[in-house]
Structure formats: structure tokens, C-alpha cells
């Protein structure tokens, strides 16, 4: 049986992790607006409660996989900086939503294995909320855009060496209308 302290830190790492990245939040897409409207404040949402929004399919948008279109955002080891060779990736995502203003999008920050699960899901957060924050920096409506951290829980090669792990530091795009 777990001891009451055990659950006093779970609980203090939790509320220091939400302080730390200026998230918290939202329950069943009640936000500004009739129909759970995005808000402007990066804060996470739990996306199978967001009522009136329909995906576009698992990764779909206007009938292509997402995948064929946007290529996953790469980072370096323990970093959330978009490195000059990302750039041009988060650019195309940018370009595609202003000419499709009836789109949102959901920035999914994922990590490699290394570091502990906490650790990983505040530093997957973290690079969803830098490549959001550089997609309102292309004039993309921040309304639009809401971020996720899976951590290191779903990694696309799931290898224990550098060329496994460079995949699975990334953030994926999922659009929605």
C-alpha cells in the first residue's frame, strides 16, 4: 500500500508541472463560444471532450493523410527549439491553415525513452507550445491551435539507439474542423 507522502508528491509534482508550463485544463470544451471554442492561452485539452469539433479522420485533412503533407517536426536531446532545419516544416503547417480558416490543429509533442515520464510529457509539451507559439508567429489565429504532450509513450521506431530515439523526439500535427 502507498503511503500518504507518496500521494503528497505525486500531487505537488503534478501542480508544479501545470504551473511550470503555464497550462491547465479544460474539461468538456466549454470555452468562449457555443461550440468549446479553442482559446488563445495554449492551455491542453481533452480532445475526445470537444464538443462540436470533427476530425478529419485519424491524421486526415481534405482526404490525404496528414502524414503525406506535413512532415514531423524534429528536435535535438532535451530541447524544445525549433533547430533552422525544422523551420521550413512548421512553415507549410502555417501556410495550410491560413488557407484553410475553417481548420484546427492539434500540435502533439512526443519524446524519446530517456528521462523520466514526468520529465517527458513537460518537455513534450513544451516543444507543441514552441512550434504553436511560431505558428501565431506566421499570423495563424492561436484560437486555432491547441497542443498535447504524449511523452515518450508513443514512439514511432521503438529502437534504444540514437537513430530510434532523433524519431521519436517530434511533434505530429492532427487537424480538425
Not at 500531487?11 to 488563445?40: E, H, P, Q, Y
Request: with cysteine; hydrophobic share 35%; aromatic share 10%.
Amino acid at each position: 500500500m502507498l503511503s500518504r507522502t507518496f500521494y503528497k508528491v505525486v500531487i505537488v509534482c503534478c501542480l508544479c508541472s501545470l504551473v511550470g508550463t503555464g497550462c491547465f485544463w479544460r474539461r468538456g470544451g466549454k470555452g468562449r463560444g457555443a461550440g468549446g471554442d479553442f482559446s488563445d492561452s495554449g492551455e491542453i485539452l481533452d480532445i475526445d471532450r470537444v464538443g462540436g469539433d470533427n476530425p478529419l479522420g485519424p491524421r486526415f485533412a481534405d482526404g490525404v493523410p496528414v502524414d503525406e503533407q506535413f512532415q514531423n517536426v524534429l528536435f535535438a536531446y532535451d530541447s524544445f527549439s525549433i533547430t533552422d532545419s525544422e523551420i521550413s516544416k512548421v512553415e507549410t503547417v502555417g501556410d495550410y491553415m491560413t488557407r484553410n480558416q475553417d481548420v484546427r490543429l492539434i500540435a502533439e509533442g512526443h519524446c524519446d525513452e530517456r528521462g523520466s515520464r514526468e520529465y517527458n510529457l513537460s518537455l513534450g509539451e513544451h516543444r507543441a507550445l514552441a512550434v504553436r507559439a511560431y505558428l501565431v508567429g506566421l499570423g495563424v489565429d492561436g484560437a486555432r491551435i491547441q497542443t498535447r504532450s504524449y511523452g515518450e509513450e508513443q514512439p514511432l521506431d521503438p529502437g534504444h539507439d540514437e537513430s530510434a530515439w532523433r524519431l521519436n523526439r517530434r511533434v505530429e500535427f492532427a487537424l480538425f474542423r
